[in-house]
Nanobody, 119 residues
Framework: QVQLVESGGGLVEPGGSLRLSCVAS????????MSWYRQAPGKERQLVAA????????NYVDSVEGRFAISRDNAKNTMYLQMNSLKPEDTAVYYC????????????WGQGTQVTVSS
């Protein structure tokens, strides 16, 4: 059974940091590109950061470049998102996504974790 389980969300003040984790099971983790998406209330889901299966290629949306860092540990079937210098506009539900690097129609979603940046 495929599972993606996010954790690490919470309430943080502006300028603070959080580290999100996404633990995968039920599929061959290293064969999947992994991504973090977020969705704020009333807005469409947005790609935040992505990393290829071996970790050699990383991309970020412009609004988080230099503040967020995506990484993965294939031995632990886990992906991370280190979020620094958080801003109120980063408030959203953050979702983990796995997409097969060859058969791109095969993709999975986690249930999401809430991140709230507020004083």
């Amino acid at each position: 059974q495929v599972q993606l389980v996010e954790s690490g969300g919470g309430l943080v003040e502006p300028g603070g940091s959080l580290r999100l984790s996404c633990v995968a099971s039920g599929f061959t983790f290293s064969r999947y590109a992994m991504s973090w998406y977020r969705q704020a209330p009333g807005k469409e889901r947005q790609l935040v950061a992505a990393i290829t299966g071996a970790g050699g290629n990383i991309n970020y949306v412009d609004s988080v470049e230099g503040r967020f860092a995506i990484s993965r540990d294939n031995a632990k079937n886990t992906m991370y998102l280190q979020m620094n210098s958080l801003k109120p506009e980063d408030t959203a539900v953050y979702y983990c996504n796995a997409r097969h690097q060859v058969f791109s129609s095969i993709n999975y979603w986690g249930q999401g974790t809430q991140v709230t940046v507020s004083s």
